[in-house]
């Protein structure tokens, strides 16, 4: 493996993996779970954090590295979905999918490891347009993945809505337990009242100060 041809993904996930505490990166095949497990543990001080979880080891493999990691030995397994049954270690504190699952009952299935001990959690998906468009097919017909990725509402609502008809949306949530979706659109109304805000004070105290008006969220949303 080069070390200069890092996945970039595998890059972004590191930050789960140094933060501590007990994770699962869920990957499609056994081949990626061999490569994302050989990346991460290339990396420094990653080497004794991280083990591999998959159909392809032998079975005293596959129950020393679970039993590893359920002790805590071994922080984060990277590991097929064939990992996702039966587990139930409540200290999970993040759930990475490496590769989209084929619907969303398959990504609540996997998510759902996560925080069962009733503290914060984290839930990431990792999806390219392409893996998306495979993971439908694979799927029969379930187009939710997609809906889910690419529909800009709020994943809780897309989520509870595949469930039954009564949904929920992250808007009565702290920012900690929002989506990605309901958070950056959060950020963004609060970043454009600020600037409203700053825009007034300094037209009121007759000068501009270093507010640009060409910059104004109000002017840009406009036009």
Known sequence: ???NERDPVVQDIVRYVRDGGSGIIY???KSTVDRVCSMLRSMAGLDDLVAPY???LDQRTRERHQEAWE????PVLVATVAFSMGINKPDVRFVVQYDPPNTLADLLQQAGRAGRDGKHAVSVLYASHEEVQTSTR???GDTSIMEYCYSGSCRRHVLTSYFGPTSKTCASLGAEFKCDVCLKSAMSVTAALERAERLVAARTSGGMGDVDSDESPI????T
């Open 138 to 140: 694979f799927s029969k």
């Open 27 to 29: 990957c499609r095949q």
């Open 219 to 222: 002017k840009r949303t406009r």
């Open 71 to 74: 002790e805590g030995d071994v």
């Open 1 to 3: 493996l080069d070390p």
């Open 54 to 56: 998959h159909a392809g």
